[in-house]
Structures are given as C-alpha cells and as structure tokens.
C-alpha cells in the first residue's frame, strides 16, 4: 500500500480503532489491517460511503475484532486474559497509591496551617 492510500485509509479509520485495539489486546496496526478488511467486506454490501456502508463496515470490525481477541487468547493457552488482568490490577493499584499519597499530602497541608493559625492566635 502506498503513503498516499495509507493516509486515506487513516482518515477514514474510526477515531474509536486505537482504543479499540488496546481494549482486545491486539496491535493498532492489526486492528488497521482489520478494519481495511471490514471496508473491503462493507463495499460488497452497500454503496461505498453511505451510512449503511459505515455501520456494515463498523459491526464487521467489532466482529473480527472480537474474534482476533479470542484467537489471540487461545494461542496463548490461556495465559493471555491473567496477563492483562494482572496489568489493569496493577495499574488500578498504583492509581489507588497515587490517590492515597495526595490525600496523604493534603491533610499534612491541612494540619500544618491550622497548627499555623494555632500558633498565631
């Protein structure tokens, strides 16, 4: 494919592809790949640009998302979804620290000025 048709293709992709990528585990170029296929299939269906050509092409890419997703977990032997649980529960973690710290920070704040006005009274 050249730069040129890349570029189209890009402006074309749904703003939803990188999430949607990140959110099956699959990369964003996979997921180009996928939804290109998606248009492809799309154009057989409706006329190429019409709302109908969108939602057939949009509905076939979650469809062959979903099914990279699986087809990802199986060639994985099962150890892929623990992977990415195990990551969402460290990130959720070290969110839960981050907040934990800043409230930890405010009322250090909140002391030290009624200590101040204490002081000063």
Known sequence: MNTNAKHN???RAPKL???LAKKAGISEQRAMTL???SERW???QAAPGSSAYFKLA??????LTAAESLREDA?????????RA???CWAISMQLAQQGSAL?????????SVAQDHQLG
């Open 86 to 88: 195990q990551a969402r």
């Open 9 to 11: 293709a890009l402006k």
């Open 75 to 83: 060639a994985s032997f099962g150890w892929r979804p623990w992977a």
């Open 35 to 37: 939804w290109l296929e």
């Open 17 to 19: 592809l990188p999430w």
């Open 104 to 112: 930890t920070a405010r009322g250090w704040r909140l002391i030290g």
């Open 58 to 63: 949009v509905d076939r890419l979650l469809e």
């Open 42 to 44: 799309a154009a057989r």
